[in-house]
Structure formats: structure tokens, C-alpha cells
């Protein structure tokens, strides 16, 4: 064993002499964290042939389901600098895919905050991705939604409005001077998983359930993920030590705001927010909330990356061309909140 | 950067000297692969809350949907000995998360081979977690197959029979020796998620640009993805250099066994499998298609666990407490078959 390390500590060393990159990992793996179980009866016996070629058998689907647990990976980086846990938590109707690789192949934010230090735990929502989902309507009451693959690309203020999306690449219609990878967007539509409207509740137990697990820590939140953010925040404001929002999609409960008086939080926008029809007031309504964080003695600090000069980024910033421009505008809020050893 | 790098040697080293295990791992990352589109029309335009206190938009569902693509984890170590990169498919009702912590939380078979020096990739199945899945009845025609927590306990020959299963773990009823640890059931049944019975053909697919994509190489498949493994090497004899089979749920096809000939294969299976319902013909099923291969001229091993004196083993064997030890078995035949350097 000794001999296999000193041979990995020169094949290291002998790497780094040639190249940037690669990544030592003390340790990394996964588990489940949270969910319920739910029980059904009175539904009919069926019989499945589950391979074809197979042996039939006998499926009672009368009995106890495990739903609404929650997927978690996670990596230890050898060298740790960042002083606590970084959690990072997707947006709507995308899984902890979004911090990988980008779609263009480029290096994604997880790699980015390992290479800083950073133990990150990167989680897929309930009923999304590796989390699984449960049978609905029997349990989950509503129906799913589905996204086409020309939704987020409006949506996600990449293209220039109505019908700005085409499959053809060199006929796409982006906003001026966007910096989203449009030769990666079909491979971002494959990211896209089936999401729910109604799993408010059960989601944030969960990510309730994974801060009572792995924090003190600090939360990374896209989109969706804000408003879980801002919840679980101020749920465990013992264990949440700081929220980055990257473009939260909403708020945290009014009623509750002092809960947030001791947790820093930066709140980060991309490019083109004026002209879209949602965005103004969504920002707005985070202004707002942040002003009431303020008022009740806490920091919220709000950065606009146009105002910095770092223009055309969509609502999926870390995957845009730029994404580590903005991944270093993190690192040093978190360096200036002294998160850094 | 010079002088990080020699820092994170000299941890390395002195890591080593004091603990086993880390992960030097030169690159990291996921893609999606495959996949095709679907174009939806003459369904009614919805209004959708995406987040509570946001602001609606209107989700017009007619247009073209991205499906059947596939989720692929890859790691590359620093220090390889593996020839080839290592292809991990799981089996039914689950994703990739098959081959990382184990239930009990002890280290998975991702672990394991990267640290014997093998790039690994490791994928989820088109339709089950992060590779999402598509609207039904509209584009997939069937209906999923969910499973209750006791399903896979009798079923992968963990418990001993019929209401062998117990929320309580003191109450389970595991077969003698048991290696599967019952105190991990539990996670283990959060990993389980919903399946269908009708896609083979797409997971057929994917797997196969998955190949196309980074082949050639060794596949590693597990239970639903046996049969898988055996059809894709058959249309890619070319790219897909060793097959590993643990507990294969079906073979390939018989018409076209020929095509398997150049292609060295292992197929492994743990306990109880005389005293199962299923598993005596199915593993019939593909010792006389190892047959139909060493008559078309190939290499077909066969291992059975107790034979060798590896006792106790699960359908889910790699995440029995002796999961180490199969793995090292594995770990042999790929090395007696001149593909580790």
C-alpha cells in the first residue's frame, strides 16, 4: 500500500508539472435522505414479465411504498480550504446535473468547487432524477409537467422571445451577445427530467432532512431551489451559514424573516432581466424580501452581473460560456465572508 | 500552481502513510447520450405556478419532446491500469446509483474499480433517473411497474420466502448466511425506482451510442442489464472487447451467436439460486446460451459463488456485506484475461 502511494503521489506530482487539472479526492459516494412511506390497498395482482425472454412473476402493488427520499452525491476533496460543506441544489424540472459537466462539455461547477476546496454535496430533488418518483395519482396527487424542447430556451432567457428557437443551431434567434453554448442546447434538453408543481412540502423535507444530516454548511441554490433555500434556512438557521441564490425563482415565508438575520446570503442575476416578462418581478420580489432581511439586522447582498460587467448570462449561468467567471465571483463572496481557510 | 500541486502531493503522501483509500482522479464529469424526438400536437395549453409565489407562465405541451436519452457518470484515474474503460449498467427498477455507497454505506463497486485503476462509466438506464423519462400514454404507450419495499426483499433472494419481509429489521426473515445487510434495506429501497417493461428497444439504443461513444471497452452488467450487455456486444462485436455478467436476467439473441465469439465473457452468480422460483431457469436459460457461445467458437466462463466457497450472496451482491470480495473476483478474471496493465 505505501509503495502504490508514493507511486500516486509522484504520478501526481509529475501530472502537475505538465498539467492543470485533475482532482484528489479523499473520499466520495452517495446515499438517500428522507421520504415517508406510503401505503396502498385494494389494487388489483398483475403478472409482469420484467426481461424479455424472462421468467414472468406475480406483482401485488397492494402494500408499502418508500417515496419522497432524496439523492445525494457527494466528493471530499483531499485538500479542504472551503471551512464548511457546500450544498448545491438544482432548479425546477432538472436533477444535480445542471453542476456537471455543461452541456457544450466544458468543466461544471462541481468540479470547479472541488479544485477550490470544497466538500460538495450535489442532490437530486424529490421526485426528480436518481430521487425517483412515486405513483401518481394514487399518491402524488397531481400530474407531472412535462418541458418541449423550445421552452426553456425562451424561458431560460436565452432566445430572443417568441419562436426564437429552432432545432437547427445556425437559425436560432439568441438574445444579443448570449453567452449559453447554443451548439450544447439539445444536449441540455436531455438534462430536462419530468417535475411536479405540488412537491413543495415534500422537498423541502428532504432538503431539510439532508441539512440535519451533513451542516453546518453552506447552500448553492439555482432557480427553483431559492425558495427551498430561503425555507430550509430559515427552518435550520443554526445550520444553514450562508445562501447563495443564483436567480431564486421566488422567496422565503415573510412571516419568519428575523430567522435569516445571521445567515449572509448573496443574491446573483444574470443579463436581459429587464426584458423579460417574468424576471422583473421575480427579481423585484427577492429585493423586496431582501430589504425585510435587512431590516430585520441580517445581510443580503445583491449582485448583478451586467452591472460588473459580465453581460449575457442566462438564467443557466453555469453552463453559460462564462460559467467560471461567475463560479469566481462565488469563491470570492465566500472568501469575503471568511468561509475560506 | 507549481506550489499547490506539490501541497497536494505531500498530502497525498502523508494521507497515505497514515489511511488507505482516496480517489486521485485525473478527469470527472456526466453526459447524456442518444435519445431521439417526438412531436405532440392537438393537446390544450396550460398555465402552470411553476413556484409557489412566482409568477405563472403558460406551458403550451404541442411541440417536440427530447426522450429516451441516457445519463453517463464517467471517472478517469489518474493512475490507470485498466486497458479499457469499464462500463457499469445496473438492473431493472434502478440507476447507477446500483454501483456507488452501498446501502450500509460501505464502498461500492465505483469506488472499488476506479481504485484499482479502471475508467469507469456509469450510467443510468434510458427512463430511469437522471436519464428522465416521457410523457404516457403519449409517447411511451405502457404504464410503469412501481415496487412495494417487501417486492425485492423475496425477490433478489435476501429474505427466506413469502412475508419474509419486516419494517422491523429484527423481524426480517432473511435466508441462512444472508450476506445482504439487513440494516440497509431500508436505503436500499430508496434507490428502487419506477420502471417500464416495454422499453428494451430504447435502452437497447442508447447502450449502443453509448459504445459508439467511448468504446472500445469492458461492460459490467448487472441482472435487466445482462440481456442488454449480450444485445449490444452482438451489434457492436467490434467495440465491446469482455463482458462481465452478474446474475444476467435474460440472454442475447440466439440467432445471431456468432457475433459473440471474439468477445470473453463471465457470467456470475451468488446463492440460493437452486431454492428460488426463477432463478434455476433463468440461469438455465444462459448456461445453454454459454453453450450455443463456446460452440460458435467463443469463451463463456461461469462462476458460481459457492462453488468457490463465497457463500450467502444476494441478487444484489454488490451491496452485500462480501461485495468486496466479488469485485475481487471480477477484479482476477479481467487481469487473467490480459486486460489490466
Given at each position: 500500500?505505501?509503495?502504490?502511494?508514493?507511486?500516486?503521489?509522484?504520478?501526481?506530482?509529475?501530472?502537475?508539472?505538465?498539467?492543470?487539472?485533475?482532482?484528489?479526492?479523499?473520499?466520495?459516494?452517495?446515499?438517500?435522505?428522507?421520504?415517508?412511506?406510503?401505503?396502498?390497498?385494494?389494487?388489483?395482482?398483475?403478472?409482469?414479465?420484467?426481461?424479455?425472454?424472462?421468467?414472468?412473476?406475480?406483482?401485488?402493488?397492494?402494500?408499502?411504498?418508500?417515496?419522497?427520499?432524496?439523492?445525494?452525491?457527494?466528493?471530499?476533496?483531499?485538500?479542504?480550504?472551503?471551512?464548511?460543506?457546500?450544498?448545491?441544489?438544482?432548479?425546477?424540472?432538472?436533477?444535480?446535473?445542471?453542476?456537471?459537466t455543461k452541456p457544450d462539455g466544458g468543466?461544471?461547477?462541481?468540479?470547479?468547487?472541488?479544485?477550490?476546496?470544497?466538500?460538495?454535496?450535489?442532490?437530486?430533488?424529490?421526485?426528480?432524477?436518481?430521487?425517483?418518483?412515486?405513483?401518481?395519482?394514487?399518491?402524488?396527487?397531481?400530474?407531472?409537467?412535462?418541458l418541449t424542447k423550445e421552452n426553456p430556451f425562451e424561458r431560460f432567457r436565452i432566445g430572443a422571445g417568441a419562436n426564437s428557437y429552432s432545432k437547427d443551431v445556425s437559425k436560432m434567434k439568441p438574445l444579443p451577445g448570449n453567452q449559453f453554448p447554443l451548439e450544447g442546447y439539445d444536449n441540455f434538453t436531455k438534462q430536462v427530467?419530468?417535475?411536479?408543481?405540488?412537491?413543495?412540502?415534500?422537498?423541502?423535507?428532504?432538503?431539510?432532512?439532508?441539512?440535519?444530516?451533513?451542516?453546518?454548511?453552506?447552500?448553492?441554490?439555482?432557480?427553483?431551489?431559492?425558495?427551498?433555500?430561503?425555507?430550509?434556512?430559515?427552518?435550520?438557521?443554526?445550520?444553514?451559514?450562508?445562501?447563495?441564490?443564483?436567480?431564486?425563482?421566488?422567496?422565503?415565508?415573510?412571516?419568519?424573516?428575523?430567522?435569516?438575520?445571521?445567515?449572509?446570503?448573496?443574491?446573483?442575476?444574470?443579463d436581459y432581466?429587464?426584458?423579460?416578462?417574468?424576471?422583473?418581478?421575480?427579481?423585484?420580489?427577492?429585493?423586496?424580501?431582501?430589504?425585510?432581511?435587512?431590516?430585520?439586522?441580517?445581510?443580503?447582498?445583491?449582485?448583478?452581473?451586467?452591472?460588473?460587467?459580465?453581460?449575457g448570462n442566462s438564467h443557466m449561468m453555469?453552463m453559460d460560456k462564462n460559467s467560471?467567471?461567475?463560479?469566481?465571483?462565488?469563491?470570492?463572496?465566500?472568501?469575503?465572508?471568511?468561509?475560506?481557510?
Open positions: 500500500m505505501i509503495r502504490l502511494c508514493l507511486t500516486l503521489s509522484i504520478a501526481l506530482l509529475a501530472g502537475c508539472a505538465t498539467q492543470q487539472g485533475g482532482l484528489a479526492i479523499k473520499d466520495m459516494g452517495s446515499f438517500h435522505v428522507g421520504g415517508r412511506e406510503v401505503t396502498l390497498s385494494g389494487l388489483p395482482v398483475k403478472e409482469v414479465l420484467f426481461t424479455a425472454g424472462g421468467v414472468p412473476a406475480k406483482l401485488d402493488p397492494n402494500g408499502v411504498y418508500q417515496v419522497e427520499q432524496m439523492y445525494v452525491q457527494y466528493f471530499v476533496p483531499s485538500q479542504q480550504r472551503g471551512k464548511l460543506p457546500l450544498l448545491m441544489w438544482h432548479g425546477g424540472g432538472l436533477t444535480g446535473v445542471t453542476y456537471e468543466e461544471g461547477w462541481v468540479n470547479f468547487f472541488i479544485k477550490q476546496g470544497w466538500t460538495v454535496y450535489n442532490s437530486d430533488a424529490v421526485e426528480r432524477g436518481r430521487s425517483g418518483w412515486a405513483m401518481y395519482p394514487e399518491i402524488t396527487k397531481t400530474e407531472p409537467v412535462f427530467v419530468p417535475r411536479w408543481t405540488s412537491t413543495d412540502a415534500p422537498i423541502i423535507a428532504a432538503y431539510t432532512a439532508l441539512v440535519d444530516k451533513v451542516c453546518p454548511c453552506i447552500v448553492l441554490a439555482h432557480s427553483q431551489g431559492g425558495p427551498f433555500a430561503y425555507r430550509v434556512a430559515q427552518a435550520r438557521p443554526d445550520k444553514v451559514k450562508a445562501l447563495v441564490l443564483v436567480e431564486p425563482a421566488g422567496v422565503g415565508d415573510a412571516a419568519n424573516v428575523s430567522a435569516l438575520k445571521n445567515i449572509p446570503s448573496v443574491s446573483i442575476y444574470g432581466v429587464e426584458t423579460d416578462s417574468r424576471w422583473p418581478t421575480i427579481r423585484a420580489n427577492n429585493m423586496k424580501f431582501q430589504d425585510a432581511i435587512r431590516a430585520a439586522g441580517g445581510k443580503a447582498d445583491l449582485i448583478n452581473l451586467p452591472a460588473m460587467g459580465i453581460k453555469m467560471g467567471d461567475i463560479a469566481a465571483v462565488i469563491q470570492k463572496w465566500l472568501e469575503g465572508k471568511g468561509l475560506v481557510q
